[in-house]
């Protein structure tokens, strides 16, 4: 079965630290790739998605994710985290020739001032 | 713009009752809704999708009866849980796309906190 692993499930950071997180995913086929966020107390936002091409992927408030395929990785990134960045990150995959979302378990990330 | 509103935000009541969630696109027409449930410290795990005007497509082990989905049309979803109990309780969470073709982004609704006493 289709899985998603994130692996850090608390991620605590000082501001202007640099951060990736971890997303592994486990079908091989074509795959489009999510990263969605949740700031406390609100909804999910995408932050950043990958159909297709460019490997490396830009999204919004400088978040960045690359799809490695021998990997079967999708790790996001930022070089410099701000304490507005405390949130709740999930990785989602979905099969190209499916309509559902396949989320990992998500990671907490707490960015101190 | 692709707000997605979801109402109540937190519910209690007693066991046996029945709870409705609203799942409503404020700014764009959905064609597909989806329900998903989180439990604690796990992943969004997709409940049941729905299309306007057709029934709701049910994920293996999700007891159709007991979650009755309704999408009457292209801004409404609702979730009912039936006869609900303490195992009922979690955080449910609605979403919709605009459209088949974009079935990969989906709008998150704010999610509905339920707890069975």
């Known amino acids: 079965a289709q899985s998603v692993s994130q692996h850090n499930h608390h991620v605590i950071l000082s501001e202007a630290a640099s951060l990736e997180l971890g997303c592994n995913y486990s079908?091989?086929?074509?795959?489009?790739l999510f990263w969605y966020v949740q700031y406390p107390g609100q909804h999910l936002q995408l932050l950043l998605k990958?159909?297709?091409?460019?490997?490396l992927v830009k999204g919004i408030k400088g978040f960045e994710a690359e799809l490695i395929k021998s990997k079967f990785s999708f790790n996001l990134r930022k070089p410099s985290v701000q304490w507005s960045d405390t949130a709740e990150y999930f990785c989602?995959?979905?099969?190209?020739?499916?309509?559902?979302?396949?989320f990992g378990s998500g990671t907490r990330l707490l960015v101190r001032p | 713009g692709a707000v997605v509103s979801q109402h109540p935000s937190w519910v209690i009541c007693k066991s046996g009752t029945s709870v409705k969630i609203e799942c409503r696109s404020l700014?764009?027409?959905?064609?597909?809704m989806f329900w998903y449930r989180q439990f604690p410290k796990q992943s969004l795990m997709l409940m049941a999708t729905?299309?306007?005007?057709?029934?709701?497509?049910?994920e293996q082990g999700v007891e159709k009866d007991k979650f009755l989905i309704n999408h009457a049309s292209l801004t409404l979803s609702t979730l009912t849980v039936t006869s609900a109990h303490p195992e009922d309780s979690s955080f449910y969470i609605c979403?919709?796309?605009?459209?088949?073709?974009?079935?990969?982004?989906?709008?998150f609704g704010d999610g509905t906190r339920l707890s069975i006493l």
């Open positions: 979403s919709a796309s605009p459209s088949v073709e974009s079935l990969g982004t989906q709008h």
């Open positions: 989602a995959v979905k099969r190209d020739s499916s309509y559902k979302l396949i």
């Open positions: 990958y159909f297709s091409g460019d490997p």
């Open positions: 729905s299309n306007e005007g057709s029934k709701a497509t049910y």
């Open positions: 700014d764009f027409q959905a064609t597909t």
């Open positions: 079908y091989g086929g074509t795959v489009n």
